[in-house]
């Protein structure tokens, strides 16, 4: 079957990873089908989305626990051949209030999606996982084959029993098929300033809140934490431009294809292999723009990890696959996405 007769399925396809990652499938040769009920995402989404493609992308605007719905879904579209799925609640500090919130929508998507692949004979399935699940590393840099432990939020212990679920599922015997791939920091936005981080109410991730300040949308922010164990006591974190993260999925999907007839689980670090601080971030940015920063420093934030980067040794043996991109380019594509957003919300698109 050639790829343009390929379907993939995309639960939360309207959302940061997963709309840049809509782009990459295409330009693969493959045909996403977005399934997203808006919950975490705006619909000016598919505005950006044609801006760069030139034709709208099919969009159900369903919730993917809906089995039903779901299952309807793969039967109309006929030629879904596999899935990727990033549909979640997906804060570290709201995940910490609301717990049984993100039990229970993080897991039963996933389950359901299963189900339903299953009832259909569609074998590939590429999850969205997390660096969370690794906790406050022993050793950096971080591989696969370090120990998995009882992350320090709800949200990263959703991603670790998703896993978790994941392995049982290929050692019951089926021929089903997945990857998790634990992904690192995203940050940046697509280099046509179309498409990037918008998140719903107040941002969770700190380069949108870092652009949203220098856009004077909001008035400053507040550094979590500045005495931990790192150069200049502030968290480290490996940053990844998001269109690097996004082909990581294409590369994971072919895998999955080439490996038909199988039973096969694996789990694969998405990062640049490079931690920065949030200062050092910070000061990227600053030097960048040109602009000064209204920030201040506070206590740490419950939660939060000291300092993570990933080992990325293992994507790129096996998935053939390594980010390119530099800090400097995700900051300047942030910011050119965020000046797009202010010329937005002075037209009332938002």
């Not at 500090?93 to 998507?109: A, D, H, R, T």
């Not at 050793?139 to 009882?150: D, G, H, I, Q």
């Not at 940046?188 to 856009?215: C, M």
């Not at 200062?279 to 602009?291: D, P, S, V, Y």
């Amino acid at each position: 079957m050639a790829k343009a007769n390929k379907k993939i399925l995309v639960t939360g396809g309207a959302g940061y990873i997963g709309s840049h990652s809509v782009i990459e499938l295409i330009n693969a040769g493959y045909t996403p089908i977005v399934v997203d009920n808006l919950s975490n995402a705006h619909n000016t989404v598919f505005t950006g989305l044609n801006n760069i493609l030139g034709f709208d992308v099919t969009h159900y605007n369903v919730n993917c626990n809906d089995h039903s719905i779901l299952s309807h879904i793969f039967k109309k579209e006929e030629t879904i051949v596999g899935a990727i799925h990033f549909a979640s609640h997906k804060s570290v500090g709201e995940s910490v209030k609301l717990p049984l919130q993100y039990y229970k929508n993080n897991i039963q998507s996933l389950i359901t999606l299963i189900e339903v692949m299953m009832e259909n004979e569609v074998y590939n399935l590429v999850f969205s996982s997390s660096c969370a699940v690794y906790g406050d590393a022993e050793k950096l840099p971080v591989t696969e084959e370090s120990r998995v432990v009882a992350p320090k939020s709800p949200y990263g212990n959703t991603k670790k029993i998703c896993e978790e679920i994941l392995q049982d599922h290929a050692n019951s015997g089926t021929h089903f098929r997945s990857i998790a791939l634990r992904y690192f920091n995203p940050i940046g936005a697509h280099e046509s300033g179309e498409i990037g981080e918008y998140p719903l109410g107040a941002p969770a991730n700190i380069l949108p809140i870092i652009t949203q300040a220098a856009a004077g949308v909001r008035k400053g922010f507040t550094v979590f934490g500045a005495d931990y164990a790192t150069p200049d006591g502030t968290c480290v974190r490996d940053f990844i431009h998001i269109t690097d993260l996004a082909k990581a999925h294409v590369k994971a999907l072919e895998l999955l294809e080439n490996k038909e007839g199988q039973t096969y689980f694996d789990t694969f670090n998405i990062g640049t292999g490079k931690g920065y601080s949030i200062l050092e971030l910070i000061n990227a940015f600053e030097r960048i723009t040109g602009l000064r920063l209204n920030y201040t420093i506070g206590p740490r934030r419950e939660g939060d990890i000291e300092k993570m980067y990933a080992g990325v040794d293992k994507a790129t043996r096996t998935l053939g696959w390594k980010a390119e991109k530099t800090l400097d380019e995700a900051i300047s594509d942030a910011w050119r996405w965020q000046m797009k957003i202010v010329e937005m919300a002075k037209k009332n698109i938002f």
